[in-house]
């Protein structure tokens, strides 16, 4: 059975800084592209980051240079540093993959982060 577990989210002031954890189990973690996903109330789920079995990285405009994906096979977890935060990064955060070869995905509970003073 698959599980994806998010944790690390929180209140912070703008310009702060969160590091977001997924836990995976149930899967050949190094095998599998990991991404993050949020959502603000009212509006659609967005991709953040993306990060390939082999490392290479992805980053929409909005978070670009602000968001960094890792990824750490021998403890099967995804990371998100978030930093120079701004209130419209509001949102719950996703963690989420895709088995390889066919279109099941799966999806983490979420995190809940704020960005306000």
């Known amino acids: 059975q698959v599980q994806l577990v998010e944790s690390g989210g929180g209140l912070v002031q703008p310009g702060g800084s969160l590091r977001l954890s997924c836990a995976a189990s149930?899967?050949?973690?190094?095998?599998?592209?990991m991404y993050w996903y949020r959502q603000a109330p009212g509006k659609e789920r967005e991709l953040v980051a993306s990060?390939?079995?082999?490392?290479?990285?992805n980053y929409p405009d909005s978070v670009k240079g602000r968001f960094t994906i890792s990824r750490y096979n021998a403890e099967n977890t995804v990371y998100l540093q978030m930093n120079s935060l701004k209130p419209e990064d509001t949102a719950v955060y996703y963690c989420?993959?895709?088995?390889?070869?066919?279109?099941?995905?799966?999806w983490g509970q979420g995190t809940q982060v704020t960005v306000s003073s």
């Open positions: 989420n993959t895709i088995a390889p070869g066919t279109t099941s995905r799966y």
């Open positions: 149930g899967i050949a973690f190094s095998i599998y592209a």
């Open positions: 990060i390939s079995r082999s490392g290479t990285t």
